[in-house]
């Protein structure tokens, strides 16, 4: 019975995903004023992503794959999937390009045979976290993914298609363990994350102020409207930036830093530093001010983490602060 239940919930799960990921993506085309010729497939793309981005975010749906499968079928499916979205939006739209699914079908083969053909070993691990942020902080996912209106950028597809790529290679195929993954917080993730957000909000704002690259902006809007926002700015952090950064710094980076160096507060210190380097190009490289504030952010979010033990926990506190300076700060 409780198979069941879980397999029923599994599939609720990601039969939501894509119907709320349709409805959403129909209404912000109708907001744009796209033609329906082009919404209609972009809108079908997204939703396939995200039902795929869910499914490899969901344990039961994991383990199943694994069971029946083995590392390299596994990988020949993971590759295989991201061509879909790609073929899905830009055959109907006029965009489609062999050397952009090429492109697209290479990298996906890359990070998905990664730990079929190479071991487990440190510097291999380094290596596979290198690549990953390479492709997600460059250019590569924008060039490739071709929008057919300026209004609606691309990019994001490749960006979630990589990521959940990279987070199914770890769990599915490495058999790595991460500690508290999953989609949804509970309730001492949120205890444990807001906590840690609000001891940031202090220290970052003085540091922001200082740094110059952070200033209040109130939003000439009524309050449920910037409520709104604030709500639907949170989840897409929650669920796109945040889970993606955390697990791959306080999930994955934290803890090798950790039995490596064999101190906590060593491997906390190392992985903030790391991760404040990664946000280096933001808005223009080098960009060391923004560089030092997210360093500090990464400080808290790692805090979080071992509090709960949970990269929940951490993506609760960074979802919060990225959606505090979206909100009000940018």
């Given at each position: 019975?409780?198979?069941?239940?879980?397999?029923?919930?599994?599939?609720?799960?990601?039969?939501?995903?894509?119907?709320?990921?349709?409805?959403?993506?129909?209404?912000?085309?109708?907001?744009?004023?796209?033609?329906?010729?082009?919404?209609?497939?972009l809108t079908a793309?997204?939703?396939?992503?995200?039902?795929?981005?869910?499914?490899?975010?969901?344990?039961?749906?994991?383990?199943?794959?694994?069971?029946?499968?083995?590392?390299?079928?596994?990988?020949?499916?993971?590759?295989?999937?991201?061509?879909?979205?790609?073929?899905?939006?830009?055959?109907?739209?006029?965009?489609?390009?062999?050397?952009?699914?090429?492109?697209?079908?290479?990298?996906?083969?890359?990070?998905?045979?990664?730990?079929?053909?190479?071991?487990?070993?440190?510097?291999?691990?380094?290596?596979?976290?290198?690549?990953?942020?390479?492709?997600?902080?460059?250019?590569?996912?924008?060039?490739?993914?071709?929008?057919?209106?300026?209004?609606?950028?691309?990019?994001?597809?490749?960006?979630?298609?990589?990521?959940?790529?990279?987070?199914?290679?770890?769990?599915?195929?490495?058999?790595?363990?991460?500690?508290?993954?999953?989609?949804?917080?509970?309730?001492?993730?949120?205890?444990?994350?807001?906590?840690?957000?609000?001891?940031?909000?202090?220290?970052?704002?003085?540091?922001?102020?200082?740094?110059?690259?952070?200033?209040?902006?109130?939003?000439?809007?009524?309050?449920?409207?910037?409520?709104?926002?604030a709500i639907l700015?949170?989840?897409?952090?929650?669920?796109?930036?945040?889970?993606?950064?955390?697990?791959?710094?306080?999930?994955?980076?934290?803890?090798?830093?950790?039995?490596?160096?064999?101190?906590?507060?060593?491997?906390?210190a190392a992985a903030?530093?790391?991760?404040?380097?990664?946000?280096?190009?933001?808005?223009?490289?080098?960009?060391?001010?923004?560089?030092?504030?997210?360093?500090?952010?990464?400080?808290?979010?790692?805090?979080?983490?071992?509090?709960?033990?949970?990269?929940?926990?951490?993506?609760?506190?960074?979802?919060?602060?990225?959606?505090?300076?979206?909100?009000?700060?940018?």
């Amino acid at each position: 019975m409780r198979v069941e239940a879980g397999r029923r919930h599994a599939a609720i799960a990601l039969a939501g995903t894509v119907v709320l990921a349709s409805v959403a993506g129909l209404l912000y085309a109708c907001a744009l004023s796209i033609p329906a010729r082009l919404a209609v497939p972009l809108t079908a793309a997204f939703a396939v992503e995200a039902g795929l981005y869910v499914a490899v975010c969901l344990e039961r749906v994991r383990k199943r794959l694994a069971a029946r499968l083995g590392a390299p079928a596994l990988a020949l499916v993971a590759a295989a999937s991201a061509l879909a979205p790609y073929a899905i939006y830009s055959l109907p739209t006029g965009e489609f390009s062999w050397r952009a699914l090429g492109l697209v079908g290479a990298l996906a083969a890359g990070v998905s045979f990664w730990y079929v053909v190479l071991p487990r070993r440190p510097a291999i691990d380094l290596l596979f976290l290198a690549l990953v942020a390479a492709a997600l902080l460059g250019p590569v996912f924008p060039a490739i993914y071709a929008s057919p209106t300026p209004r609606v950028p691309l990019g994001i597809l490749g960006q979630m298609m990589w990521t959940r790529l990279a987070i199914f290679e770890c769990l599915a195929i490495a058999g790595m363990s991460v500690r508290g993954f999953s989609l949804l917080p509970r309730r001492q993730d949120w205890a444990a994350g807001t906590l840690n957000f609000l001891l940031f909000l202090p220290v970052g704002a003085l540091l922001g102020w200082a740094l110059g690259c952070a200033g209040l902006h109130v939003r000439p809007a009524p309050w449920w409207q910037t409520l709104g926002l604030a709500i639907l700015t949170f989840a897409g952090m929650l669920w796109v930036v945040a889970l993606r950064e955390e697990f791959f710094f306080r999930g994955l980076l934290q803890e090798w830093l950790q039995s490596w160096m064999r101190s906590e507060m060593a491997a906390l210190a190392a992985a903030s530093v790391l991760f404040g380097l990664a946000h280096l190009p933001f808005r223009g490289f080098p960009n060391w001010r923004f560089a030092a504030l997210a360093a500090v952010a990464g400080f808290f979010y790692g805090r979080a983490y071992l509090a709960a033990r949970s990269v929940r926990a951490a993506m609760v506190t960074h979802a919060l602060v990225n959606t505090v300076w979206r909100v009000f700060f940018s």
